[in-house]
Structure formats: C-alpha cells, structure tokens
Nanobody
Framework: QVQLVESGGGLVQPGGSLRLSCAASGSIYSIYAMGWYRQAPEKQRELVATIIIDGTTNYADLVKGRFTISRDNAENTVYLQMDSLKPEDTAVYYC???????????????WGKGTLVTVSS
C-alpha cells in the first residue's frame, strides 16, 4: 500500500522560509506527478505546485517566485521550498502523488495527511 508522509511544517514569521518534504513509500515502480496543495481555514483546497517525472513544474500564481518544488525520483520524494512567506500562506499543506504505478495498480492517486504551516508574527 502506498503512503505519503509529509514533514517540515511549523510556525514561521512573515518573510521567513520553510522546507516541506513528502516521502512516498510502498512497492512503487514510478510516480508520474507529485505536488503540493493547501487548504486554509474555511477555504477550498487549492493547487500550490506540481512537478512531473521529467522535471517540468507548474506553480499557482500566488506562489510564483517565492516557492520552489523539486523531487528525487529515486527516493520518491518531493520537496517544497517556501521563501518570503506571508500570513496568507497559512494553511494545511497536502502532498499528492498522481500516476502511481505499483505491483497492484497502474495509475493510482494518493494523498498525504497534511502538515500545518502557520505564518505569523
């Protein structure tokens, strides 16, 4: 069974930085896309950034120039470097894996349980 485990959330002051990590475990052959989504209180979950297996990235306009997504295909891990954080970045950040191939499935999608990022002075 595939599991995604996020880490790196916490409390940071405005203008500060955090680095989130998400490791996928299980009998994984490959993962087509990995990404980060976030959900602020009383708001819908929204895309933050995605990266596909060839390194192509996509960012939400709100985070372009401040956040950087990267991945280690050999370790099935995705990272999100968040710089110049703002209070409006406060949210639970969720890791997503899409197009997961394992010994049991050809095209699975999985979510982590989330990690809380709070930007406040």
């Amino acid at each position: 069974q595939v599991q995604l485990v996020e880490s790196g959330g916490g409390l940071v002051q405005p203008g500060g930085s955090l680095r989130l990590s998400c490791a996928a475990s299980g009998s994984i052959y490959s993962i087509y896309a990995m990404g980060w989504y976030r959900q602020a209180p009383e708001k819908q979950r929204e895309l933050v950034a995605t990266i596909i297996i060839d390194g192509t990235t996509n960012y939400a306009d709100l985070v372009k120039g401040r956040f950087t997504i990267s991945r280690d295909n050999a370790e099935n891990t995705v990272y999100l470097q968040m710089d110049s954080l703002k209070p409006e970045d406060t949210a639970v950040y969720y890791c997503n894996a899409l197009g997961v191939a394992t010994e049991d499935v050809d095209d699975g999608e999985y979510w982590g349980k989330g990690t809380l990022v709070t930007v406040s002075s």
